[in-house]
């Protein structure tokens, strides 16, 4: 899982929510940096998908973005990966050590994984927005198996897709018939896991879950543990108040924009990038190559969301260049598991 050559402050905008967060957290706890990446790339997607799209327009034609993602921390057993997603919890959800401030901006939208099938539809239909946080991966895979769940790979693939359908009941016909047009479904994903048991003979994944498109549409990060030293340490009242208002100044902005378009020159480096992504795929095995086929989706996203965390509705060459950066890295981790 080692990722070498590559700096935090490369892969993140140099002002903005991310370097502050980043500065804050990394005193609390010894997480690797790009887990607290992950952590809070996830969070911003699920805080601004709802209210904003990303735009992208070439030769008079035009692509409209959503912006959610799906983000899976790996990494060996012990590598901080919970700590990563605690830290981030802790903003934008509850804070069990800072009780006074009350909950953080997603906590209304936060959501579990685990559930039947019918059970996720129907939370859909009441929050079609959720942040869903997932500690343990190796459990949601399992689960996914269960009876209750008819074939759960296919229904996150429904719902990553936004196009999640009902069973065919007559109760379940006769009521979407009288129904308003269901909300659009955007959610956003934030999971950790640890590699072995994930993947191998006593993993909890399958190889079908690697090749059914489950997985494509979740962004891997992965890295080796970092050198220990003391901690975890809780966050000051000070801190989290002011990360969180952060964010919700993010919010706001991205309630007020709606929209954030790519520029031209950022474009052009996106495109340039992506035929040289598929030059490098040939000769790839067949399960890392399905793995990587979201990661230019996932690379305009994320440069979308580097601009609205440092306050523009523009994304430049720069949020791209740092985007485009991240995806390499995941796609190093993709090719860094023994799949085969």
């Not at 209304?108 to 959720?130: D, F, H």
């Not at 950790?192 to 399958?206: E, F, M, Q, V, Y």
């Not at 000051?236 to 902005?253: G, H, M, P, W, Y």
Request: proline fraction near 5%; hydrophobic fraction near 40%; charged fraction near 25%.
């Amino acid at each position: 899982m080692r990722q070498t050559g590559f700096a935090i402050r490369d892969i993140v905008p140099s002002t903005g929510l991310f370097p502050n967060y980043i500065n804050s957290v990394s005193r609390l706890c010894d997480s690797p940096g790009l887990y607290h990446v992950g952590s809070m790339l996830a969070a911003l997607s699920a805080s601004v998908c709802p209210h904003c799209i990303g735009i992208l327009r070439h030769a008079g034609r035009s692509r409209r973005e959503p912006l959610f993602l799906w983000i899976l921390l790996m990494g060996e057993s012990g590598n901080r990966k919970t700590q990563s997603v605690i830290k981030t919890k802790a903003v934008v959800w509850r804070d069990p050590q800072n009780k006074a401030l009350g909950d953080g901006p997603l906590a209304k939208r936060a959501r579990s994984a685990l559930g039947s099938r019918a059970g996720l539809i129907a939370m859909l239909r009441v929050e079609p927005n959720p942040f869903i946080v997932i500690d343990e991966a190796a459990t949601w895979f399992r689960s996914n198996r269960a009876a209750y769940m008819h074939d759960g790979a296919a229904t996150w693939c429904e719902i990553y897709d936004g196009q999640i359908l009902d069973s065919n009941l007559v109760d379940n016909v006769k009521k979407n018939a009288t129904q308003d047009p269901a909300p659009e479904i955007q959610v956003s994903l934030l999971a950790s896991g640890a590699t072995p048991n994930l993947i191998g003979r006593d993993g909890a994944t399958k190889p079908t879950d690697w090749t059914s498109g489950l997985l494509a549409r979740v962004m891997i990060l992965a890295t080796d543990p970092p050198e220990e030293r003391p901690g975890p340490f809780s966050w000051s009242e000070k801190a989290l108040r002011r990360t969180r208002d952060e964010l919700q100044k993010i919010v706001e902005n991205s309630k007020r924009a709606g929209a954030i378009r790519l520029d031209d020159d950022a474009r052009q480096l996106w495109d340039g990038w992506l035929l040289d992504l598929g030059r490098r795929a040939r000769g790839l095995f067949e399960t890392h190559a399905i793995l990587l086929r979201r990661l230019p989706a996932f690379a305009l996203r994320i440069a979308f969301l580097f601009a609205i965390s440092r306050g523009d509705f523009r994304a430049d060459v720069d949020d791209m260049n740092r985007a485009l950066r991240l995806a390499d890295l995941s796609r190093a981790c993709v090719l860094s598991l023994d799949l085969r």
